[in-house]
């Protein structure tokens, strides 16, 4: 059987493609991109934006030992109904993807379970103590595609310098929460006006900057690959800017919270807008803007966090930190950077594919080349649509972006030629 979508607007940004085009999928591979192609079956794009899968290379399907709040199961198909095909999932579970049974045994549940395909990261150092560097050669071997102790920065220098000369050694990326965590300790939400009006600790910008700047010159130090996790203040991306100027091999991403909210969206203590790095202010949020703008910040990922409804409607200081972005992530996207005119159409499509395929070397992601898995997107830019609580395909709802009007609106999503969502 085969399968044509006709009538859309392509845009495959491994090639710079931008055009009104069919394509044409046979074994779950693109077989052709053309004009006037037809097939067995038969999706009419017209109107719609036809795109690579989207890829994410920051989220947290908690499995295992999670599982209350998301499985690998459900995160795939809140994945695939924001259209994702390709994801990176993080290693803070329980226990911590610290070994390659662990990571094999992802990969094993993604491969039974999950509708898209997911990549896994391990730790950097074992149990994400920060103490002693896992053995990354190993984790490697087992299908990790990226070493990250996500949620915490590894606060010895030594220690640093070591994972990443081994991250190096072993040619994987070293994916970095920068968080001086001694700084940063007791904070709830951004210091600043908003902090101070609400009575909350907050938490300063330094707490991330100083970090970033260290991590990057570690990197630089030991000749490796360091990709910044949510960028979310303007030195931040100052700094990132000027270590890319001075050739530091250094990648980045911020997530949409950081480029639609501020720390205002805290108000009424509402712990659906807790998150770390926190929500900051508005100089934060266009130099955020800028960043994409620029290249500074080479993609757009989620930090996809899911907790329970039981977890976040407690009091504001108890509530876990995180939030869930994989359902809203392309319509913030195309509502807050392309309809303003910060970026193009196509800009918005490579930071959400090609840009996170390449950080994390993710084979045929963010491509419609022929020959490749046909993992596509097929999303209409002009549709809107209101953020349901109920709506989401996540087991959990913990979105500051309930009740919003966003526009762009996936209709179809296709991994490896099956069709994983349709709405």
Not at 88 to 96: H, R, Y
Not at 196 to 218: F, Q
Not at 220 to 229: K, N, P, S, V, Y
Request: hydrophobic content about 40%; proline content about 5%; glycine content about 10%.
């Amino acid at each position: 059987m085969t399968l044509a979508i006709i009538n859309g607007h392509v845009i495959n940004p491994a090639d710079n493609t931008s055009a009104q085009r069919d394509v044409l999928v046979a074994d779950g591979r693109i077989q052709e991109i053309g004009n006037g192609l037809r097939g067995d079956e038969t999706i009419d794009a017209a109107g719609c934006v036809v795109a690579p899968g989207l890829v994410d290379i920051h989220c947290h399907f908690r499995e295992p030992g999670y599982e209350s709040k998301e499985t690998i199961a459900s995160g795939s198909r809140a994945a695939a109904k924001g259209g994702f095909t390709s994801v990176v999932t993080m290693a803070n579970t329980s226990p911590p993807i610290d070994n390659a049974g662990l990571v094999e045994l992802v990969i094993k549940r993604a491969r039974e379970e999950a509708c898209i395909r997911v990549y896994p990261a391990a730790c950097a150092t074992k149990g994400m103590q920060s103490e002693e560097i896992t053995e990354m050669a190993d984790l490697k071997e087992a299908g990790a595609i990226a070493v990250t102790d996500d949620g915490h920065d590894i606060p010895s220098s030594r220690v640093l310098r070591r994972a990443l000369e081994y991250a190096n050694m072993v040619d994987i990326p070293f994916l970095s929460h920068c968080e001086d965590e001694e700084l940063s300790e007791g904070g709830l939400i951004n210091e600043g006006y908003t902090a101070t009006l609400m009575g909350l600790p907050g938490v300063p910008k330094a707490a991330e900057e100083v970090r970033i700047d260290r991590n990057i010159r570690l990197a630089e130090l030991a000749g490796a690959h360091i990709h910044i996790q949510h960028v979310s203040t303007a030195a931040g991306v100052a700094i990132v800017r000027e270590a890319k100027r001075r050739g530091a091999r250094v990648t980045a991403e911020s997530a949409p919270h950081y480029f639609c909210l501020t720390d205002e969206a805290v108000s009424g203590f509402n712990t659906n807008a807790k998150m770390n790095p926190p929500l900051r202010e508005p100089e934060d949020v266009q130099a955020v803007v800028e960043g994409f703008k620029d290249g500074t910040l080479d993609c757009i990922a989620t930090d996809h966090a899911p907790h329970t409804f039981t977890e976040k409607g407690v009091e504001f200081a108890l509530a876990p930190f995180g939030i869930i972005g994989l359902e809203t992530s392309l319509a913030l996207t195309l509502t807050h950077l392309v309809g303003p005119g910060h970026i193009s159409l196509e800009e918005a499509v490579r930071l959400l594919t090609l840009g996170g395929a390449r950080v994390c070397n993710i084979p045929n992601a963010g491509t419609l080349a022929s020959g490749a898995p046909a993992d596509i997107v097929v999303f209409d830019p002009k549709a809107t649509w209101t953020v349901e609580k109920n709506g989401f395909a996540s087991k959990s709802s913990n979105s500051p972006f309930i009740s919003h009007t966003l526009q762009g609106r996936v209709r179809y999503t296709l991994c490896g030629g099956q069709t994983v969502y349709s709405g």
